[in-house]
């Protein structure tokens, strides 16, 4: 089985420039996600998609972070434009989702990690 | 509301002595728990979840938890660390009243192990 696929892996780029990152789920999966994760510290969650629905994205920093998730299969999540502590891992992540008996498991991608200078 | 508390950010063990990574968790609601393993420069693997079946979860490469309520605890345990058990793990716990589930992470314990 293919796992959560997340793109690019590394980005490195001067504040104010924009920047987007790619994720496409595990086949079948209904709910994505996407994490921030600060150096030394948990992730954080940013965005909860159920299909090409939002759920919860009540830690976005909407006035420079956007996510979509068009078809309700593959996401992007976009920064406009970058400050210095932006600089993290993005996390995403999939699970089958509400009322499937192994909806509790999600899975993450292996990160795109971005430098902000 | 939902939360973890990891008790200790660092822990420093010998290869071959028993591992023990301490979590306690707040929640409202029966919650499902997991622990997740992060290598430096990786993603996130999943060692283990609870989800109100046996209180006594195994998982991956050894590793093992038991759910105590009236604790409100989920310990990481492994009977004997290896080197390549370096790493961070992170507590993380699930649930909530609107029926799509939510993760709320730890702030993760660091595993360091020597020879």
């Known amino acids: 089985e293919a796992g959560v696929a997340q793109s690019p892996r590394y980005k490195i780029i001067e504040k104010r420039q924009s920047v987007a990152f790619w994720c496409n789920p595990i086949s079948g999966h209904a709910t994505l996600y996407w994490y921030q994760q600060i150096l030394g510290q948990g992730p954080k969650l940013l965005i909860q998609?159920?299909?090409?629905?939002?759920?919860?994205d009540s830690q976005l920093p909407k006035d420079r972070f956007s996510a979509e998730r068009l078809k309700g299969v593959d996401s992007t999540l976009k920064i406009q434009p970058a400050k210095l502590e932006d600089s993290a891992v993005y996390l995403c992540?999939?699970?089958?989702?509400?009322?499937?008996?192994?909806?509790?498991?999600?899975?993450f991608g292996e990160g795109s990690w971005l430098t902000v200078v | 509301a939902q939360s973890v508390t990891q008790l200790d950010s660092h822990v420093s063990v010998s290869e071959g002595t028993p591992v023990l990574l301490r979590c306690n968790y707040s929640?409202?609601?029966?919650?499902?728990l997991f622990w997740y393993v992060q290598h430096p420069n990786k993603g996130l693997q999943l060692l283990l979840k609870?989800?109100?079946?046996?209180?006594l979860v195994k998982g991956i490469n050894g590793f093992e938890a038991e759910f105590k309520k009236s604790e409100t605890s989920f310990h990481l345990t492994k009977p004997s660390a290896h080197m390549s058990d370096a790493a961070e793990y992170f507590c993380v716990v699930s649930g909530g009243d609107t029926g799509f589930q939510k993760l709320v992470f730890g702030t993760g314990t660091r595993l360091l192990v020597s020879p």
């Open positions: 929640s409202s609601y029966s919650p499902s």
């Open positions: 992540a999939s699970s089958l989702g509400r009322g499937s008996p192994s909806g509790n498991t999600i899975y």
């Open positions: 609870y989800t109100s079946a046996a209180t």
């Open positions: 998609f159920q299909n090409n629905g939002v759920v919860d």
